[in-house]
């Protein structure tokens, strides 16, 4: 069985491509760092969520370990007791969701 290859992309495709992941991860890494000052709050992160397709792929988790004082398995527990997958974007995040854990980080 051959493994299948990518389609073929001109250069400047190639270029805009990587130009457009760059301005993601960019953009994830200033709202986790923005989060982890405690300059933006879970609510906040979700209103951006609904503005921002970048934003609004980031994983549930990896937002949750970034709040101060949560870590690792709190934020593990917190999403085991609200029944939420920890690969759960933000995107994917219903609204009762929203609600508990904003109740809960509050």
Do not use: C, W, Y
């Amino acid at each position: 069985m051959t493994t299948p290859t990518p389609p073929a992309r001109t250069g400047a495709e190639r270029e805009a491509a990587l130009a457009k992941a760059a301005h993601a991860r960019t953009v994830r890494a200033e709202l986790r760092t923005e989060v982890v000052a405690g300059a933006v709050d879970l609510p906040e992160v979700f209103r951006r969520a609904d503005e921002d397709p970048v934003v609004a792929n980031i994983k549930l988790l990896t937002l949750l370990e970034a709040i101060p004082n949560i870590g690792k398995v709190r934020s593990r527990r917190l999403l085991d007791e609200l029944g939420i997958s920890p690969k759960r974007r933000l995107r994917g995040v219903g609204a009762r969701q929203r609600e508990r854990l904003e109740e809960r980080l509050s």
